[in-house]
């Protein structure tokens, strides 16, 4: 009898139906079903694109594991962990980083920026050097060479490798006591810029330069650090890496993992993505609507084929199971042409890279299994939980 009724369910989809209103509503509403989940294939895949691209440029901020100070923030005893941190198998390699607020200023424009003194194996752990899109990384020949970031460069106007033009690094000093000359207030240092690398949430009016440049400019003895970064052979390991050193080192050292370096940026990036789920089954909830309306005129259409069937002997149930059966074939059929649809308009974009989020930057698309489950999932619940509650006509409405 199940059979039955899924055989009947089938004919009243794919045969033609005695109105044309019903035929235009029943396919109206597995046309309703595609366009919504493609919808919602099509942005979480946009979603899961920006997703890797904000991981790319964050990797350029953040290391595999960041040891810092507890009690202050320069590191103390940093000759120990130097020696711990070189007799690790598990680690690639590491940098000294010192990061202070600065003050550039260049012919009379200022901006307030982020002075980040790295060491020459900074760019073995944070190959930051493979961003610069105009001019090159510091050669740290000079102590002076700096790359800037974009927008922190336009809005001063200061040239690229430009031996003539300098702009000047202002360093407030920290103490107590009467000002009576300049050199109380603040240190200075002239910089040239020799590279630009892009911006980004994480990266925006970031200067970056030799170790040397900030210990100078906050008055710091050589071999200083306000952090110590490293890159592991396996950054899956990170979080067992991390508690290995923590007991090695000990003392008032804290170490954090990339992922912990930026828990307000993944906490929004996932508070986003919880809401973009929500929207969209919302839409897909409310587009089901179709599919109740169809099952109820599909319902009053077939009234006579029905009471028919139910005097041959055709249980009540298995009638019912037939309206269920209409509508998970309708649900069924939506699913899959909206995810063809969405998945063409995905490869569509990754191939012609139409549509812009800016001007040079195309959206990014990842096509992952993941999104197929999810959308087909959340598309499958609401369309069953409909056919179930509109196919349950009573015996009265029969007789």
Same mark, same amino acid.
């Given at each position: ?16 139906? +005695? ?45 595999? !594991?960041?040891?810092? @100070? ?12 130097? =020696?711990?941190?070189?007799?690790? #198998? ?6 000294? /980083?010192?990061?202070?607020? %600065? &003050? ?17 194996? &900074?760019?073995? %752990? ?8 105009? +001019? *090159? ?28 033009? $300098?702009?000047?690094? $202002?360093?407030?000093? @920290? ?17 040239? /810029? ?5 911006? *980004? ?10 170790? =040397? ?15 110590? /970064? ?19 080192? +000990? ?31 919302? %839409? ?23 009471? @028919? ?13 037939? &309206? ?6 309708? %649900?069924?059929?939506?699913? !899959? ?16 890279? !139409?549509? #812009? ?12 299994? #993941? ?11 609401? +369309? ?12 009265? &409405?029969?007789?």
């Amino acid at each position: 009898m199940k059979n039955i009724a899924f055989y009947i369910a089938s004919r009243y989809l794919l045969s033609k139906k +005695g109105s044309t209103a019903v035929t235009f509503i029943t396919w109206l509403a597995a046309v309703a079903m595609s366009v919504a989940v493609a919808a919602m294939f099509v942005i979480i895949s946009v979603f899961s694109g920006l997703e890797d691209f904000n991981k790319t440029l964050i990797s350029n901020l953040h290391a595999d !594991l960041t040891v810092k @100070s507890t009690s202050g923030k320069t590191i103390k005893n940093f000759q120990r962990i130097n =020696e711990i941190l070189k007799k690790d #198998k598990e680690i690639s390699d590491f940098s000294r /980083v010192i990061e202070e607020k %600065v &003050y550039v200023n260049f012919n009379g424009k200022g901006d307030i920026a982020f002075l980040r003194g790295v060491d020459s194996s &900074y760019t073995k %752990v944070n190959p930051v050097n493979k961003t610069i899109f105009f +001019g *090159n990384y510091p050669s740290f020949e000079y102590k002076n060479e700096v790359i800037m970031e974009h927008s922190l460069k336009i809005r001063l106007g200061i040239p690229v490798d430009s031996d003539k033009d $300098f702009a000047t690094i $202002f360093m407030p000093k @920290s103490g107590t006591g009467i000002i009576n000359k300049e050199e109380d207030i603040y240190n200075k240092r002239d910089i040239i /810029v020799t590279g630009i690398f892009p911006g *980004n949430e994480q990266l925006n009016n970031y200067v970056i330069a030799p170790i =040397e440049l900030a210990e100078e400019l906050l008055n710091l003895p050589k071999n200083s650090a306000y952090q110590i /970064v490293i890159k592991l052979k396996n950054p899956e390991n990170a979080d067992s890496e991390k508690e290995k050193l923590q007991k090695e080192i +000990g003392g008032n050292i804290e170490i954090k993992t990339k992922e912990e370096e930026n828990a307000a940026f993944w906490k929004m990036i996932n508070t986003e993505k919880l809401f973009i789920y929500l929207i969209f089954a919302l %839409v897909i909830f409310i587009t089901t609507f179709n599919l109740a309306g169809a099952i109820i005129i599909l319902q009053l259409d077939k009234k006579q084929q029905a009471k @028919s069937l139910i005097s041959l002997g055709f249980p009540l149930k298995h009638l019912r199971m037939t &309206y269920f059966y209409t509508g998970i074939l309708i %649900v069924v059929l939506g699913i !899959l042409s909206g995810l063809l649809l969405g998945t063409a308009l995905c490869y569509f974009q990754l191939y012609t890279e !139409l549509f #812009k989020a800016v001007e040079d930057l195309p959206f990014p698309v990842k096509i992952v299994g #993941k999104n197929y489950l999810i959308v087909s999932a959340i598309a499958a619940l609401f +369309g069953v939980l409909i056919s179930w509650f509109f196919s349950k006509i009573s015996k009265n &409405y029969i007789t």
